[in-house]
């Protein structure tokens, strides 16, 4: 297995993911069918249940074999990885119960950007992300990865006006679409379309649930044609946001 040299974006066919450990079987069954391996993810113990065992949450992959961990993730899941061949760094940032201390590495990274309230960006994720030149833009939004879904190196989807302007000022191509009640969070109104997806292959995007149920469908699957980007729906019920599906090793 190889790592993925840029973070979200694998090159070939996905062969292992972080997920979130409570994500439902048909997630898990259609990842292992796919010669996926999945590293679950445990919950956080510091952060308040509905995002604790969000992979987003308490890792940020800078690049190549280098993750970013919040303190007090579980010591032998950090162990893992590192027996996996990743170099495993504390971030400095303990993460808290409730927003904002919850949002330190959850830091959308897309291509040579990554976007992030910067106020409460980890500061080894800050200075790791400006030793590999990469630009990291202020947005208001904590939640940045949870509301990005990468779909390659300057394209992605987003429900965050914010988020969509900033990146479209750097010349990325993105699609705006509406905050959708059809992204299941519980006890939450609603999740995220980042947390819901994840790249399984260069063109294949990994959504939780039936897409086709969401609000903004038909502009999905037209931006996603636009990519060559396909679809992959294993579980037909509304979507979930697990933390995002995060890609860690090709083939």
């Known amino acids: 297995m190889n790592v993925l040299r840029m973070p979200n974006l694998p090159e070939g066919n996905v062969s292992c993911v972080l997920l979130d450990s409570r994500a439902p079987r048909k997630i898990i069954d259609g990842l292992k069918n796919r010669g996926i391996e999945i590293i679950p993810i445990p919950a956080h113990p510091d952060v308040y249940p509905a995002v604790s065992c969000h992979p987003d949450i308490m890792f940020h992959h800078i690049m190549g074999n280098i993750i970013v961990y919040a303190p007090n993730t579980p010591p032998y899941l950090i162990e893992y990885i590192c027996k996996m061949g990743f ?10 119960n409730k927003y904002p201390g919850t949002i330190a590495y959850n830091v959308a990274r897309v291509g ?126 509304h979507l979930i946001d697990l933390g995002t599906i995060i890609p860690i090793f090709q083939e």
Do not use: W
């Not at 170099?87 to 808290?96: A, Q, R, S, Y």
């Open 87 to 96: 170099k495993m760094i504390e971030g400095e940032t303990f993460l808290k």
């Open 112 to 237: 040579d950007f990554a976007f992030h309230n910067t106020k409460y960006t980890d500061p080894v994720v800050k200075k790791l992300l400006e030793e590999q030149q990469i630009r990291l833009i202020h947005v208001n939004q904590g939640y940045s990865k949870c509301l990005t879904c990468v779909v390659d190196s300057s394209s992605m989807i987003t429900s965050d006006r914010e988020i969509c302007r900033k990146a479209e000022s750097v010349g990325m191509d993105v699609l705006l679409i509406e905050p959708d009640k059809s992204i299941k969070l519980e006890p939450f109104d609603m999740g995220f379309i980042g947390g819901a997806t994840g790249l399984i292959a260069k063109n294949k995007l990994l959504f939780t649930g039936d897409i086709t149920l969401h609000k903004n469908y038909k502009e999905i699957n037209d931006f996603l044609s636009l990519k060559a980007v396909d679809m992959v729906i294993i579980n037909d019920g």
